[in-house]
């Protein structure tokens, strides 16, 4: 079963504007990381947030972590036609579990220029 | 140029034959992955290693087989028994000691296609 779930499913914007994708989980966590996968392609990690984290930032990536709602939401400013992807939060969940990230199906971003 | 290899990219196979997929990291990292995409769906876990000589199932690993004889080298076999075995196959690896950090770098996918 899933852990994490993307919303939404599919995003398109223009370039220069701000993404917005969201994740929810359901058991409580160690930490939440985020993945980009172009079409075909492995999957690139973007950014880890540790559980007893609520924000952290990298280049134009926002990473919000809310454990009371066990959400997180990943914000791309000012996107590029490169940022065209698609997106995967992954958990990795409790102390039983080591090693095993639980990944949603994932947001599809297309960014046209 | 360090990094995570799989190999081949693209394969294809009969039903009924095994086929094993390759998957090589000169990063000295502990831990390795196997995972499974299909269409439009996020990646599941077949196997896991810690370390060397040491495998584990994830969550769907019926129809398929590891080996972990070097710290290098964690190659994937799908068996005849996988009743769908047609999908992206992804290969990570990891640093595995540090949990609190711990990220994984992955492969750029076989991609497996049973006729």
């Known amino acids: 079963s899933q852990q994490g779930e993307e919303d939404p499913q599919a995003l398109s914007i223009q370039e220069g504007e701000n993404a917005t994708m969201n994740c ?70 409790s102390a039983d579990s080591w090693g095993k990230l639980q990944f949603g199906a994932g947001t599809q971003v297309v960014v046209t220029p | 140029d360090g990094g995570i290899t799989q190999s081949p990219k693209y394969l294809f ?42 495998f584990q ?10 080996s972990r004889e070097k710290k290098e080298s964690f190659p994937l076999t799908v068996t005849s028994a996988q009743k769908n075995p047609t999908a992206f196959y992804l290969c990570a690896s990891s640093i595995g000691w540090d949990r609190a950090t711990d990220t994984q770098y992955f492969g750029p996918g076989t991609r497996l296609t049973v006729l």
């Open chain 2, 57 to 66: 199932k994830g969550d769907i690993a019926e129809g398929y087989s590891v």
């Open chain 1, 24 to 93: 929810s989980y359901k058991t409580s966590i160690n930490n939440l990381q985020w993945y980009r996968q172009n079409s075909g392609r492995g999957l690139v990690h973007l950014i880890l947030i540790r559980s007893n984290e609520r924000e952290k930032h990298s280049g134009r990536l926002r990473v919000t972590l809310d454990t009371s709602k066990k959400s997180s939401s990943l914000l791309i400013t000012a996107s590029r036609a490169a940022d065209t992807a698609s997106y995967f939060c992954a958990t990795d969940a």
């Open chain 2, 13 to 54: 196979r009969k039903e009924g034959q095994n086929v094993t997929l390759s998957c090589e990291q000169n990063l000295n990292h502990d831990a390795m992955y196997w995972y499974r995409q299909d269409p439009g769906q996020g990646l599941r876990l077949i196997y896991y290693s810690q370390i060397v000589n040491d």
